[in-house]
């Protein structure tokens, strides 16, 4: 009886010490040392601590005052802070208190994406060089851990770290060069919270409900949820089992050499990061409602096989993190896909389709840019290591619309065609100065009647570009850069790529395909 009664008292003892470090005032776990918070904004600052206690905030001679709900969360806004830093802050509570030495004020930025967001600054050109140079503590920059789905293990931390030699090197190049960039020109601190995962498509950072409630979108979601229904759990878990094992065996083959065993792939269902909405909820939602002045996105590889849908699921996206960060407004800048000649296994130009549904997106969504990287691609590789100039084209994108410096930012987009005789003569917008190209101009195609495109000719004539072929006599249509590897070459003055496009509204190959087909 002894025995039971000291067990019962031990369990209650460490239950009454569990709830007591779950009622101890904590802050969200993105508030630690080095955050930078968002200048001249609301500023959401949020925690948990006892029920319905006072939370009294201070920093830079403010103090901010707010109450825990029954529940113990608590929420409330800072404003007018002052940019620089480092700013102490302290949070108190009746019984307790954080302290946070370093804070600082400046820009911050989200940055979002798959693997070539992912592609870390130690892999990019000179790399290397740059992380030997790179000392500035005024660039900040938390990763976001990678969790594939709830009960998955924990792969690193939420702490702020500075962008120098000694963490630098794991960093999201695109988002460093960007960072960069913005803090040389603006002068302030800037903090990047880093949140993507190679392979990963637009609709696994989106909720259920915001898929569903699109008619266009909602099939991603019911196609799952069939499948996973109709294999059921237990067959799933074997079919996990078995995938852990296969992979085992493929990276020993591969480390001892074996170049051509076939990497096997992940059984989709629960615990694949890949499944609709999961990263949302073990990623995403980690951060959400962090105020941020804008978000950085490249992505696009995953869902190019339904690139008409990426209309639809692309600005739907856009408007979930806006909501989500309490922003309606929240300027999200993008990569347009670089080229890549193996961007589809049945060799269909499936890229140009995701380009243009890219290209939509910026003209049709407001508050959003698009960094044009078709110069920047690799023929064989999914992976270009040109990680600088992209992250520089989309600081100049903020420049220009973010932050109301008047600088080029786009290269030229087609804006409309005139058929005379036997030519198409080509206008765009975002010429600036006059239209470039280094050497001869390629990347042109050109059909008549019978809708078939053939290598075309063409030449800068002014702020225009006449098109024409052999052949062609009655031009109907012309398409530049529409490939998923092609040598286009067209610029403005300002040595920016112009966008792929097209003149026509032919059916697209990914037409009305909205789900994936799971094995």
Same mark, same amino acid.
């Given at each position: 009886m002894k025995k039971y009664l000291s067990i019962s008292i031990i369990l209650l003892c460490l239950l009454l010490s569990i709830k007591s470090e779950a009622q101890k005032l904590q802050l969200g776990e993105l508030?630690?040392?080095?955050?930078?918070?968002?200048?001249?904004?609301?500023?959401?600052?949020?925690?948990?601590?006892?029920?319905?206690?006072?939370?009294?905030?201070?920093?830079?001679?403010?103090?901010?005052?707010?109450?825990?709900?029954?529940?113990?969360?608590?929420?409330t806004d800072l404003s007018a802070l002052k940019e620089g830093g480092p700013y102490p802050m302290t949070v108190i509570s009746a019984t307790d208190t954080v302290k946070i030495k370093e804070i600082y004020v400046g820009e911050v930025w989200i940055a979002g994406g798959q693997s070539n967001m992912a592609f870390m600054l130690e892999k990019s050109d000179n790399g290397e060089q740059e992380i030997v140079r790179a000392n500035n503590t005024n660039i900040r920059f938390v990763m976001v851990p990678y969790k594939a789905y709830e009960g998955d293990?924990?792969?690193?931390?939420?702490?702020?770290?500075?962008?120098?030699?000694?963490n630098v090197s794991k960093m999201s190049a695109v988002a460093y060069?960007?960072?960069?960039?913005?803090?040389?020109?603006?002068?302030?601190?800037?903090?990047?919270?880093?949140?993507?995962?190679?392979?990963?498509?637009?609709?696994?950072?989106?909720?259920?409900?915001?898929?569903?409630?699109?008619?266009?979108?909602?099939p991603i979601v019911e196609n799952y949820e069939s499948y996973y229904s109709k294999l059921g759990k237990a067959k799933y878990l074997d079919l996990v089992s078995k995938y852990e094992n296969d992979l085992k065996q493929y990276q020993d083959s591969v480390k001892a050499g074996n170049t051509t065993i076939k990497n096997p792939k992940e059984p989709m269902g629960e615990q694949n990061y890949n499944r609709p909405f999961g990263l949302y909820y073990t990623m995403l939602?980690?951060? /959400?409602?962090?105020?941020?002045? %804008?978000?950085?996105?490249?992505?696009? $590889?995953?869902?190019?096989?339904? #690139?008409?849908?990426?209309?639809?699921?692309?600005?739907?996206?856009?408007?979930?993190?806006?909501?989500?960060?309490?922003?309606?407004?929240?300027?999200?800048?993008?990569?347009?896909?670089?080229?890549?000649?193996?961007?589809d296994t049945r060799n269909r130009p499936i890229w140009p389709e995701l380009r243009e549904a890219?290209?939509?997106?910026?003209?049709?969504?407001?508050?959003?840019?698009?960094?044009?990287?078709?110069?920047?691609?690799?023929?064989?590789?999914?992976?270009?290591?040109?990680?600088?100039?992209?992250?520089?084209?989309?600081?100049?994108?903020?420049?220009?619309?973010?932050?109301? /410096?008047?600088?080029?930012?786009? %290269?030229?987009?087609?804006?409309?065609? $005139?058929?005379?005789?036997?030519? #198409?003569?080509l206008s765009f917008n975002f010429v600036y100065e006059g239209l470039k190209a280094n050497g001869s101009l390629q990347g042109f195609t050109i059909c008549g009647s019978n809708n078939i495109f053939v290598p075309a000719k063409a030449e800068i004539k002014g702020n225009q570009v006449v098109v024409w072929a052999e052949g062609i006599t009655s031009p109907k249509a012309i398409r530049y850069g529409w490939d998923n590897w092609t040598e286009a070459n067209l610029t403005n003055s300002a040595d920016l790529?112009?966008?792929?496009?097209?003149?026509d509204d032919?059916?697209?190959?990914?037409?009305?395909?909205?789900?994936?087909k799971y094995q």
């Open positions: 508030f630690n040392e080095g955050a930078v918070l968002q200048r001249n904004s609301k500023v959401s600052i949020w925690g948990t601590s006892k029920p319905s206690t006072t939370i009294s905030i201070n920093i830079q001679d403010k103090k901010v005052q707010t109450k825990s709900d029954k529940n113990g969360d608590w929420k293990k924990t792969r690193g931390d939420m702490n702020w770290r500075t962008a120098t030699t000694e060069y960007f960072a960069k960039d913005l803090q040389q020109k603006l002068n302030v601190p800037v903090g990047v919270i880093c949140c993507y995962k190679g392979g990963s498509g637009a609709e696994t950072w989106m909720t259920r409900e915001s898929l569903l409630k699109n008619p266009d979108l909602s939602k980690r951060v /959400i409602p962090y105020s941020l002045k %804008g978000a950085i996105w490249y992505q696009g $590889e995953h869902n190019s096989p339904r #690139a008409e849908q990426y209309r639809t699921l692309f600005p739907a996206m856009i408007e979930q993190w806006r909501m989500d960060f309490n922003n309606p407004a929240l300027p999200f800048l993008f990569v347009q896909l670089p080229g890549y000649s193996n961007a890219q290209l939509m997106t910026w003209q049709n969504v407001k508050n959003t840019g698009m960094a044009v990287a078709i110069d920047l691609g690799e023929k064989s590789t999914i992976h270009p290591p040109h990680k600088e100039p992209v992250g520089k084209r989309l600081a100049i994108c903020a420049f220009n619309t973010v932050y109301g /410096i008047d600088i080029p930012y786009s %290269g030229p987009v087609y804006k409309n065609v $005139e058929f005379t005789a036997n030519q #198409a003569l790529p112009a966008t792929p496009f097209r003149t032919f059916p697209l190959l990914t037409a009305g395909i909205k789900t994936i």
